[in-house]
């Protein structure tokens, strides 16, 4: 006796599922038992995306640079698969290098990012550096005296 098999997938709403029977006695029931599977799987679980690469977090104060904020950005895609409904209940917590100081690359690692359900952490993503800032020498220092004078004169 012929049994059937299959492997078939699908994607909505930015979630992708594969459902694979084997050994069907039919045709007919091996697209069904995919056919359930895929709905199941569709109206039970969602994808929950927390952030894309380069999104921006927060501004962090740098120390001894020649900007004094730079720019926290996510390193990676950030997402997970979750029952649904139960994404009211993610926790986020936000953990920051202290006293940041220039020079700063960009790319380097400022702090990261959890994301918990339940008290379990389902997610977690580096915080890094959008952009570069240089340690502070003596003539910005200057040029900076300098151009606070001016406007101080100009009011």
Not at 18 to 37: C, D, G, N, Y
Not at 78 to 94: A, F, M, P, Y
Not at 110 to 128: K, P, R
Not at 143 to 154: A, F, G, M, Q, T
């Amino acid at each position: 006796m012929a049994l059937y098999n299959i492997s078939g997938s699908a994607t909505r709403d930015n979630l992708s599922l594969i459902a694979v029977i084997m050994k069907a006695p039919s045709t007919k029931i091996r697209f069904e038992e995919v056919q359930k599977l895929l709905d199941y799987g569709f109206n039970t679980f969602s994808f929950k995306e927390f952030g894309k690469k380069g999104d921006s977090v927060k501004d962090i104060s740098i120390n001894k640079g020649v900007k004094s904020n730079i720019e926290a950005v996510l390193e990676n895609d950030s997402g997970v698969l979750i029952e649904k409904g139960k994404d009211r209940n993610i926790e986020q917590s936000l953990v920051l290098e202290e006293n940041i100081s220039a020079p700063v690359s960009a790319g380097q690692k400022l702090g990261e990012i959890s994301f918990s359900l339940d008290g379990e952490i389902i997610s977690t993503v580096n915080l890094v550096a959008k952009d570069s800032v240089e340690k502070i020498n003596l003539f910005t220092m200057a040029k900076r005296v300098y151009y606070s004078w001016v406007d101080l004169l100009r009011s």
